[in-house]
């Protein structure tokens, strides 16, 4: 196989988590679906599980875009979305069944909705934790 082949190849790998991994990407997930959803989200909901995990901006973005968009994006435009949340077992099974993507543009990313609204209230939602703590 030609070298540019097996890179392409290699970039397009189903994605894999370790159990550990998952039982940490799983609230976040969750979280991030009801963006997705046909009703106003909770945002400082959402900020707060985001804040609260290990992931810093750029991987939170990253799962956003990489891994929860691509499953969850038809129900924006959805003329009778699902409103009252996914199922998890779904969300989970379907986000790992997902393919990693070839093309990223994050730069476009930081300036689209949901990530515009959501990345400083995961900033806010971190430092008010950070004082609570101090």
Known sequence: M????????SRTR???FSPAELELRRPVWVALS??????????????????ASPFGLSQLQRILFDEVHPVLRWNIHAVTGVWDGFDEAW?????????????RMS???ARRY????LAPLVVAARRESGAAAG
């Open 2 to 9: 030609h070298p540019s082949m097996m890179a392409l190849r």
């Open 14 to 16: 189903a994605m894999r």
């Open 34 to 51: 009801e963006l997705y959803l046909d009703t106003e989200p909770g945002w400082r909901r959402v900020a707060a599980v985001c804040a």
């Open 91 to 103: 969300l989970v099974a379907s986000i790992v069944a997902r393919r990693r993507p070839l093309l």
């Open 107 to 109: 730069w476009f990313e």
């Open 114 to 117: 949901p990530w515009r609204e």
